[in-house]
């Protein structure tokens, strides 16, 4: 075969590199769909409030008013998503849930720009039962997320 030939087959060598590729493709789709359905959307919301409550542990131990100021807000959407997406599965943690979230949130928001350390006593103590709402929501949604 001569130069000239092999020159005028253009694209030959690339159709099946492109078949391959579309092939792989749709396998990752699948494989990406197949995991997705598997677990109820509310098992990412509940890592995600997992994190934003860990914040709220390092922020409250630290005595740090403005960064567990922000981490409640944080707290708050992530506990609403959460909410939101659970509740027809578990009324019961999810309720305990909003109820120590706002608890937290009336307590924070009473507290002076320069406060006691009772009033940190309050925060943290709220704080602590925010912890235990979540915790027992993960431990009950456990098998349903793992």
Do not use: H, W
């Not at 990752?28 to 109820?40: E, F, H, M, Q, R």
């Not at 909003?98 to 943290?124: H, N």
């Not at 103590?125 to 027992?136: F, I, R, Y």
């Amino acid at each position: 075969m001569s130069a000239m030939s092999i020159k005028s087959r253009p694209g030959r060598a690339a159709a099946p590199a492109l078949v391959l590729l579309a092939l792989v493709a749709v396998a990752v789709a699948v494989a990406l769909t197949g995991c997705s359905s598997s677990k109820p959307a509310y098992c990412t919301d509940r890592t995600n409030l997992q994190s934003s409550v860990n914040g709220l542990t390092s922020s409250i131990s630290s005595r740090d008013v403005s960064g567990v100021k922000s981490q409640v807000g944080k707290i708050q959407n992530d506990a609403t998503t959460v909410v939101n997406s659970a509740k027809g599965d578990f009324p019961t943690e999810t309720s305990a849930i909003t109820s120590s979230v706002d608890a937290l949130r009336g307590s924070l928001g009473a507290l002076p720009s320069s406060p006691s350390a009772a009033e940190i006593a309050t925060v943290a103590k709220d704080g602590a039962s925010v912890v235990s709402s979540v915790k027992s929501f993960v431990d009950a949604s456990k098998s349903k997320c793992s």
